[in-house]
């Protein structure tokens, strides 16, 4: 009778714990089940070199949402692609990875690198992962196709190319609210509001853009200068947010969003713009005190001369 009794008290009180710090009761289990699945596809199919591996691990309707994909967005393009990065003369791997959990959603920071033509190579990338029953249904993926040609960090490199580690800290805020200042900071960035960024972004802001548009970070001068040059250029620039996945964990928010406006230029006359990119930003004290910026198309490499003529350190 007392061991029903003991039973029966774990079985009541077990969620109304969980519940009480505002975790759903199977909140941690999926976070660490779909942690686990996203490891495996790192260790044992992309690193292994195996795309036969996929089996099992990716549902039969797995969609993978690539800008710079013009074949087919399914995973025999994954796997044909693990097949290519790991053909001489490449063959880069998923490393110093970091894993963040939320809800359905894996968001994998990483440094792609290894060996390209004998030479060390490595780009800052952020992967999006959906999951359902511990399966993998979406992949959301974005690097840094700026910084392709850089093979060596430049002396004094803000980020060099196999050094960027970030790691989930702890926050004095809930990840609803680093989303929601997130999505704050990136609607200034459409309305072009500079007046109002100290409230969102840290005074101390580090603001990393891809290696090949500015090697140094902008502080918080040099994007506020940024967004006005990028208005100025395209005046229908916008960020586009809704309908696109967004992952926090401790201090860390991982961002998918899409971009576009029309470029107009004396020399070269008016095109379009657009990108996609995950991007990251890291939280402190209710502001944000870092960014990483990835973009992902082709079209984006003409914006490659905008950035350098921004001041600022």
Do not use: C
């Not at 289990?29 to 795309?51: L, S």
């Not at 290894?114 to 060390?120: A, L, S």
């Not at 392709?148 to 702890?170: C, D």
């Amino acid at each position: 009778m007392k061991a029903r009794f003991v039973l029966f008290t774990r079985m009541i009180l077990l969620p109304v714990l969980l519940l009480s710090v505002g975790l759903p009761v199977d909140a941690q289990p999926i976070a660490e089940t779909n942690k686990a699945a996203v490891t495996r596809y790192t260790e044992q199919v992309w690193n292994a070199n195996n795309p036969d591996g996929m089996a099992g691990l990716f549902a039969d309707n797995f969609q993978l949402h690539d800008a710079a994909e013009t074949l087919a967005r399914n995973g025999q393009t994954l796997a044909n692609a693990i097949r290519y990065w790991h053909t001489p003369p490449f063959d880069i791997n998923i490393t110093d990875y970091t894993l963040l959990a939320q809800d359905d959603l894996i968001a994998q920071v990483y440094t792609f690198g290894g060996v390209h033509q004998d030479r060390p190579f490595g780009l800052p990338k952020i992967d999006i992962f959906r999951l359902e029953r511990n399966k993998i249904t979406d992949m959301w993926a974005s690097w840094d196709y700026q910084s392709f040609g850089l093979q060596e960090p430049p002396k004094g490199a803000g980020i060099g190319l196999n050094e960027w580690f970030p790691r989930v800290g702890t926050s004095t805020t809930t990840p609803q609210d680093n989303i929601a200042l997130v999505e704050r900071a990136i609607a200034l960035w459409n309305t072009e509001d500079t007046q109002t960024l100290g409230e969102v972004y840290a005074a101390d802001l580090v603001f990393h853009l891809p290696l090949r548009v500015r090697i140094e970070p902008l502080d918080l001068a040099g994007v506020r200068q940024y967004i006005h040059y990028l208005h100025t250029v395209m005046p229908d620039f916008r960020i586009e947010t809704s309908g696109h996945p967004r992952v926090a964990e401790g201090d860390l928010v991982a961002y998918h969003d899409a971009w576009s406006g029309t470029y107009t230029s004396a020399t070269e006359g008016s095109f379009p713009i657009l990108a996609e990119g995950a991007d990251l930003y890291r939280i402190k004290d209710g502001k944000i005190a870092e960014v990483w910026w990835n973009w992902q198309s082709r079209s984006v490499f003409r914006l490659a001369w905008f950035a350098p003529q921004v001041q600022g350190s």
